[in-house]
């Protein structure tokens, strides 16, 4: 499986601002993901990755409010933009193996919102 | 949509026993179901998965049934130790290329030594 890492591992931020969260592959991939996971709740995904075309969102989630990059098929960034308290979570990438349905995550970003 | 309902949240047991968690799924082309779990403050690890066309599979301590009439799914973990003590979720998808991943709600098993 791809190594997957994420840049910031953790971060405290203000009400009002943005955070972009990055994450690197060390292998070419076709498909990313990137989900948000609640304190203590289960995975949601917010959005896939695509090269080359806009990010493609899940019902509920929003370009203005998480625009996602994918310049290249190892790289991929989140912003989470505006934030508030409720936008406090582990923010996880993953990627498609070679067999498309299987995916590998990244280790996560953990977001405080104060 | 996909339905995944995960039971039970929690579960504790003592070293050297079994454990088993139970999963359900709503949508009857759901063809690939993933098991992962999670230590604190990591990132989820695939640990095993089925496709539908096998009804079992087993790595070592880990074993995962299948039964596609009644959808629903099972982890068996024999010979607990208590690094095995972290969360673990099921999910299910259609599994056809880049399908959906839905999640259950998640198990925390904790280990006693």
């Known amino acids: 499986s791809a190594v997957i890492s994420q840049k910031p591992s953790r971060d405290i931020c203000q009400r009002g601002t943005s955070l972009t969260i990055q994450c690197q592959v060390d292998?070419?991939?076709?498909?990313m993901f990137w989900y948000r996971q609640q304190p203590g709740q289960s995975l949601t995904l917010i959005a896939t990755a695509n090269q080359g075309s806009e990010a493609t969102y899940e019902s509920g989630f929003v370009i203005d409010k998480f625009p996602i990059s994918r310049p290249n098929l190892t790289f991929s960034t989140l912003t989470v933009s505006n934030m508030s308290p409720e936008d406090s979570s582990i923010y996880l990438c993953s990627v498609a193996g070679v067999e498309a349905d299987t995916q590998y995550f990244g280790p996560g970003t953990r977001l405080t919102v104060l | 949509g996909e339905n995944v309902e995960q039971h039970p949240s929690t579960l504790s047991v003592q070293e050297g026993d079994s454990a088993v968690i139970k999963c359900t799924y709503s949508?009857?082309?759901?063809?690939?179901f993933p098991w992962y779990k999670q230590e604190l403050g990591k990132g989820p690890q695939l640990i095993i998965d089925?496709?539908?066309?096998?009804g079992e599979k087993k790595d070592q301590r880990i074993a995962v049934t299948l039964n596609k009439t009644a959808k629903h799914f099972s982890l068996h973990i024999t010979e607990t130790q208590p690094e095995d003590s972290a969360v673990y979720f099921c999910a299910a998808s259609r599994g056809t290329g880049y399908s959906t991943l839905t999640f259950g709600k998640g198990t925390m098993l904790l280990v006693s030594p």
């Open positions: 292998s070419q991939v076709t498909m």
């Open positions: 949508d009857s082309a759901s063809n690939y």
């Open positions: 089925i496709r539908s066309n096998v």
